[in-house]
């Protein structure tokens, strides 16, 4: 996996007195979103992060201390990184920022996380609609599709039957994993 362009950041949540950050990727041709949930803001959690992510040619971040050394090691001095410490910089990481409303949009009416568990599984849910599901509107298609991780699914044109494929494929692998060992 390769992509000429990657923007990161990190997406601070506070759920009953308890502080959670979101960190996250999103590839800028593919559109394909990456994350990390943590309840620290710290270097490993943004290393955690980065090995999720393709090999880039630049990594667009905001001003967080963290980012030029992982970025450093994770892309071996490969990857010219530019940070984005104010909004008016010629050089923006909207497109992170766009992703993160629509993300703030799904988890708002789910009414918060009850735990670090519960929280990772509702942005499960919304990385398998966004990157699997939703029609990507600049796109055409979906994220996963731009990506080419979706043959099986290239005849399915309508997220009622990615969405019924992508829940039948859970299911299958619920009982797998779930079986009486």
């Not at 620290?40 to 992510?53: G, H, K, V």
């Not at 905001?62 to 980012?67: C, E, V």
Request: charged share 20%.
């Amino acid at each position: 996996r390769f992509a000429k362009k990657v923007h990161v950041d990190e997406l601070f949540l506070k759920m009953r007195n308890t502080h959670y950050f979101l960190w996250d990727a999103i590839c800028s041709q593919t559109r394909f979103f990456f994350y990390y949930f943590s309840i620290y803001r710290n270097f490993e959690s943004a290393r955690a992060l980065l090995l999720q992510c393709p090999q880039a040619n630049v990594v667009v971040s905001d001003g967080a201390f963290s980012y030029p050394r992982v970025i450093r090691e994770r892309y071996h001095g490969n990857a010219k990184h530019v940070q984005c410490v104010e909004f008016e910089d010629k050089k923006n990481n909207n497109l992170i920022e766009r992703m993160q409303n629509t993300l703030r949009r799904f988890l708002h009416p789910r009414r918060g996380f009850h735990s670090l568990e519960t929280g990772n599984l509702q942005i499960a849910g919304f990385w398998a609609y966004y990157n699997f599901v939703r029609t990507h509107t600049t796109l055409g298609k979906t994220p996963a599709e731009a990506a080419g991780v979706l043959e099986p699914w290239k005849n399915l044109k309508n997220q009622k039957q990615r969405l019924a494929a992508l829940l039948n494929r859970a299911v299958i692998l619920w009982l797998i994993f779930h079986q009486p060992k």
